[in-house]
């Protein structure tokens, strides 16, 4: 029993050992790109080996991104975006599913088999069609130019 114990331990612990590195290696860009983010343009530029710390951290960089671009119009742009996109998918996405998921109707299956169909075209594939739409429909640089393609 004793042995059982010891040899469920030395496995839990081999597991969490390797749970820790596999986030250190997931976490590590994340870290990577905030570190660089606060290195001075000189500082990042010196280094002739990149360094996993700086002595000298700087916050110009995101001020430099804040007052070069309109960065937080892009940020509203994106949370208008994304916040519209959500809405209508659930609109299209709840009801469909509710029919797929509760209704018997004829040709269920072949629907649902074409719905799957249409999910694995890659967005590149039709993005000239897409974009050829929005333009007749007068919707270029617009919100709904944008939204309506993604729903």
């Not at 007052?67 to 709840?94: D, E, K, Q």
């Not at 088999?113 to 640089?141: G, K, Q």
């Amino acid at each position: 029993m004793n042995v059982q114990k010891k040899s469920s331990r030395v496995s839990t612990a081999l597991i969490y050992l390797f749970l820790v590195i596999w986030a250190v290696i997931v976490l590590f860009p994340f870290y990577w790109m905030i570190l660089t983010s606060v290195k001075s343009f000189a500082a990042y530029n010196a280094e002739y080996i990149p360094r996993f710390w700086t002595p000298n951290p700087t916050l110009e960089n995101y001020v430099s991104a804040f007052t070069t671009v309109p960065l937080g119009r892009y940020f509203l742009n994106t949370l208008i975006f994304t916040v519209a996109t959500t809405a209508l998918m659930m609109l299209v996405i709840v009801p469909a599913a509710f029919a797929f998921a509760r209704l018997e109707f004829i040709g269920k299956n072949a629907v649902f088999a074409f719905f799957l169909s249409l999910m694995m075209i890659p967005t590149e594939l039709v993005i000239i069609t897409n974009y050829v739409t929005i333009v007749n429909w007068n919707m270029r640089n617009t919100y709904w130019g944008l939204i309506l393609p993604s729903v």
